[in-house]
């Protein structure tokens, strides 16, 4: 019996332009065929942080400015298009698509508050109505990992000894994208690298890994199985101990590698109560690693550490790359500015619990004494105080931006760090970081809500 | 400033063989070196059930056969190998590698159990290692959005009128895959469509749109926006009402259809008291639909539903798509035979918490009166009541099954549904079905236990 041979992934060049909700496609035939096509701009935030988090760290830059920079409908595309009833007039315009608009946004390893822009588009509504859908996506995921892995990397930082962070969770990623963006999200958020062989290939991330319990089991005994590794990869080698009882394991482990006069690199625990493993495991083997999986997060990590676990390295895994305990960031993609009478007007909806702050915006960043004070959500060409985070990555269509290396993004990552106060950074119930809303925004904000409640509400 | 072109996706036909773990490339080498290539067999199962939840709905097999039939490491893929100290022996097995042995699986659209495998690889353990990373990855996301998925169809039918369900969660899905692949496994679980167009395309799934606050905010008022949207698109119309008034916006949509003297097909409800607003809005749209949409889950659907709300469909996204209260299935591929004096013979690892049932599983499910009573896991070829769920898939590594078809495996789902106790499908703290541990599998048990503490345990 065959099968045709298939694509995985399953997103690529030939159908990322269909990676859109169907009413972006109904909204842009109807603004072709209403002769509507204002510029506008739409500003991509969250609204709320997710729970116990002070802060997010943007990731996802690079990708967007790929899809922005490359998208476009192919024949297959096309042609599965016109099974939409879509008109000859808009296939033709999609066949020609090109973003022409400007995109200003945060560097990826910044650390954001609710409300700032991560990006702003501004373009025909056309065009930038097309990119809701993978834009959200592809900087949401990351900077919820990103942040995630931050939050591990703090933790380890500030109640350990700078251990190594390895990514294992590629299995129980959502997909296999999603275990490639969770590696290098979590690159960017701290971590020295992924066991995930793709995501060093594709993107430069150091790549790690040990043993598993297949392989012990797959031997008569733990000690053949010890032996056979250390036979090959010498002092290398990394032992899972914990197969059939942790301590023996670990013995074992040592006298196979004094049996064969070699030094081995470390040991791995993956189950039990591994603080009180680890200080044993430690008696045993010396100077040798103790690396820790067992579905870990910073929680664990922070107890572990602060009750007197012996760990050279983590590796989270689930935890990591479903970001468990907050698995979605409620980012948005919204029109806050269109073109009215050749002038771009500030815009917002009114919808329960769902405010906008309209126009463009500006993201101002205050420091004290080498210290983030506060932030300042400004309007675009406000005089307000603090530096301006967002940096102009396309114009007209054009990119100006050099996207930096993932070593850069991760090194903006820990800078940010050592500016951000400490109560933002607990792990539960941190405290709020200010972000100020400017006069200038405020008083755009009152008068636009006004106008529309004067409308629509007082109407009813 | 140029870019180069990048796939998206981002794992495809190039790098899939490469979504795997370092170690198990390090252990595969290891098998060679050492000239230790039992045959194997691994169990991909699961533990535990997420929390809230009494069943897994199986999703994914199609991916997995299409992976284990078509992986191969081509020049890109080897040419990176090279970066981690392989040897020549290695890389040229991986340069011919075909998968040979045998694959057995719970087909799409099954209702499973703890413990129970949902696929077992039987081959030689060099093969089958190299899949256990993307194996888990594949059936463990879908498996996991599609009983997600079919847990909103069940509320849906027992308390509602079988109202649609779309998948509008793609932008919070994590990565383009996960987007794709969740609304593959919500239309499995019971799903009417998605809004995602490269899912309809890549997987023939029905695709659903409607209008976002956008296009209501890009005209001077709403009135204009909705006349714009019922010009080009008629009786198809659904729109968006909750923009600035959601009471307003409805009387402004009828207003406008009989303006223009046609029907639309609906509204759509996006924020606010969503019973109270359905019930008010019913009353003014009369025949035409009414959509909810706003970040539902199953249980807002369940309370909405039971409170009088009244609606034709649901789009949740992200609570879908991320699976929000349970974000992840612990989902592992463990060794559970190996071949020693050429025969398999059962394995099992005692780590604590983790312990695995040893041998080659039958899954047995017992049937009274047309509904399931219990399901009985077996020894593979052992006397044992009820119809045997798992399926052969592969056999020396040809292909012996026809993957049915997305509809046929949603058909499944809801068959099993049907037989399916309603105490075992309660949104919470539904009633364990039992899962009866056949007598020969807990001897089998047993005795290896027995077998490995003596040698392990005791020795201490």
Redo the contacts between chains.
Sequence with gaps: ???T?????????K??A??????????M???I??G?N?T?T?SLFYRDLPPNRGYVVTAGLE?V???L??VSFGDE?LA??TE?DFSEEFLSYLEQFEFSGDVRALPEGTVSFPNEPLLEVTAP?LEA?LF???L???I??QS?IATKAARMRDTVNEHGDDQSLVD?G?????????????ARAAYIGGFTGT????A???FDIP????????????????REAFE??V???GEESVLLV????T???AQTAMDVAEARGTDISGVRL????LVELSREVAEIVGEAGIFISSGIDEYEIQDFLTNGGIATGFGPG?AL????DA?????V???VA?E?DGELQP????????VTYPGQKSVRRVEDDGQFERDVLALHDEDAPGDEQLVDVIIDG?????PPSLDESRDRTCRQFQKLPQETRRLQNPVEYPVHVSDGLQSQTASVRDE?SA???D??
Tied chains: 1, 2.
């Excluded at 790359?321 to 468990?324: H, L, M, N, P």
């Excluded at 054009?398 to 050099?402: E, H, K, N, P």
Aim: glycine fraction near 8%.
């Design positions: 019996m065959g099968m041979r298939k694509t995985f992934g399953t997103v690529t060049d159908n990322l269909l990676f859109t909700d169907l009413y972006e496609l109904t909204m035939q109807g603004y065929e209403t509507h204002p506008a739409f990708q400015v790929q899809c920079e490359t595309a599965f298009l939409f509504i109505q809701e859908t993978v959200i996506n592809q949401g995921f919820l294992f590629s299995r129980r990623a959502h997909g296999t994208d999603a275990g490639m963006k969770a066991s995930n062989v793709a060093g290939h594709e790549v790690f890994g040990t043993m598993a319990h297949s392989w012990v089991q797959s031997f008569p005994t733990e056979a590794f036979d090959v990869y914990d197969t059939y009882d301590i023996n394991g993956d189950s039990g109560d689930t790359v479903t970001s468990d698995p979605s960031l409620d980012a993609y919204k029109l269109v009215r815009s917002m909806k009114l919808s329960t619990g769902k054009s990119l100006v931006y050099a529309l409308r629509y509400l109407a009813r």
